[in-house]
């Protein structure tokens, strides 16, 4: 494996990923662009939702996330055997979860809208949107648990093979069902509601089909049963503190969509825009970010913690130049850009100035996907659960509702908060990574590992 882990640079680790994310920004954005077409408020409906989804999809992205890191690391170390049971447990697990997660939002997807203060003139759109999407959570689960195992195996390529045909067969059934062509009829936001889930049911399809043949050993329909309490142990044991660390993200963010929906549907969809732009930015960071765990994750594996500890100062290197150029070109375009989405001077004028304050939330947003990223590839994730916990809880939740809403600074009060928080968490992970105290407590253990030995006989020699 050591050879293999040589042949798997950050590059050949990132720009396949960072072309699935490309394609999948491509399909969000013409999912924005063609409900845009439909109205405002059916694009206000669909980032409300997404933000739902994303709450919801950390319950099970908890297991799945915890299972890609010990692949890797089990591939590192030459276990290929528990490698693939990992990936077995966490396709099972996972789906369990998101099985249970698409019965609630089918049946009660009104009333969870309305809990989380969506205007009530939205709701109807919500209903329509939230059963159908909701209800094929079970779907994103699967997608989720394949996908990661199979790129902590180093095969960064299938899934982006994947998306580029995924995100074709949207923006077509897109097409097809919002405005009624090829002989379909004009459904509006439930032909894209329709279009998302038949789409995830092909790449489920497909991407269980790869799964079966990624480890060394083909996994048989049988083999779906196996289950190891030992290896389970292990995913829960780095896995919760991962899932609390993303619940705290996505709640702390849901938070933000509901204080913006008390200050009107125009916020709310300039927000949905600006999330469109801004996803550019994020996905070149983030490419890199998940390069880099699958990388340590590999070295640390395969016991070579100086390589990993340098590797994650190249790739924040990296990764914090490209983030702030394509921060600052986004800005220069946003405006024209956003006039394409929409008319309504007022959201535009909200965009272009969150566009502005993204040139700074960017960077600090790179500094803590790639070092909390390191730190939860050596297993370091109870740290960055409890940094999260506090700066997600107190400023990004609290303090946005306090500048946002109490001093009534509106969405500039909330992104100033943001930005906050990205640099609170970015410096206190890098303080902890510094330090490498899972790479010295890890170098020990081995080097215990490897020593001979030794014993006293009853005669007071040594034996070794």
């Not at 050949?12 to 394609?23: D, R």
């Not at 995924?166 to 002989?183: D, R, T």
């Not at 990993?308 to 800005?331: C, E």
């Amino acid at each position: 494996m050591k050879d293999n882990v040589k042949k798997l640079t950050l590059w050949a680790l990132a720009w396949p990923i960072f072309i699935e994310l490309f394609l999948q920004f491509l399909l969000g954005a013409a999912d924005t662009l063609m409900v845009s077409r439909i109205s405002d408020d059916a694009v206000a409906v669909v980032g409300f939702s997404n933000q739902l989804f994303s709450a919801m999809m950390t319950l099970f992205v908890t297991v799945a996330s915890g299972a890609g890191i010990l692949i890797a690391q089990k591939l590192g170390a030459g276990k290929a055997e528990d490698a693939r049971t990992l990936g077995i447990m966490s396709l099972t697990v996972s789906g369990g979860i998101g099985l249970a997660i698409s019965v609630l939002l089918y049946l009660f997807p009104r009333q969870i809208s309305a809990w989380l203060q969506l205007p009530e003139e939205l709701l109807p759109l919500a209903e329509t949107y939230v059963s159908i999407v909701g209800g094929g959570m079970v779907l994103v689960a699967m997608m989720s648990a394949l996908s990661t195992a199979i790129r902590n195996t180093g095969n960064t390529k299938g899934p982006m093979y994947i998306a580029i045909g995924m995100n074709v067969v949207h923006v077509a059934l897109n097409y097809a069902f919002i405005f009624g062509a090829w002989g379909f009829p004009e459904w509006g936001l439930l032909g894209v509601a329709l279009s998302t889930v038949i789409c995830r049911l092909l790449a489920v399809l497909v991407l269980l089909f790869m799964f079966l043949h990624t480890f060394a050993r083909p996994i048989r329909i049988r083999d779906l049963a196996l289950f190891d309490r030992g290896l389970f142990g292990e995913i829960i044991r780095i896995g919760w503190p991962l899932g609390v660390n993303m619940s705290c993200w996505v709640f702390s963010q849901l938070a933000i969509y509901t204080y913006i929906a008390m200050i009107g549907a125009a916020e709310l969809a300039a927000r949905t825009y600006m999330n469109t732009l801004e996803s550019f930015c994020f996905m070149l960071g983030y490419s890199i970010a998940l390069a880099l765990q699958i990388q340590i994750a590999l070295l640390f594996g395969a016991g070579r913690m100086k390589e990993a500890y340098r590797t994650s100062f190249r790739a924040l290197g990296i990764g914090l130049g490209l983030v702030f150029v394509n921060a600052v070109v986004i800005y220069a375009i946003g405006k024209p850009v956003l006039g394409l989405l929409t008319e309504d001077e007022a959201i535009i004028a909200f965009g272009v100035s969150l566009l502005g304050l993204n040139i700074l939330l960017q960077p600090g947003k790179m500094l803590n996907m790639a070092i909390q990223n390191a730190l939860n590839a050596v297993g370091d994730t109870r740290f960055t659960m409890w940094i999260s916990l506090g700066s997600l809880s107190i400023v990004a939740t609290g303090v946005s509702y306090w500048f946002g809403i109490g001093l009534g600074w509106g969405l500039a009060g909330i992104y100033a908060a943001m930005i906050l928080d990205e640099y609170i968490r970015g410096a206190l992970a890098l303080m902890r990574w510094r330090g490498r105290k899972k790479l010295r407590a890890a170098a020990g253990d081995m080097a215990d590992e490897r020593a001979p030995v030794s014993s006293i006989r009853h005669d007071g020699v040594l034996e070794v």
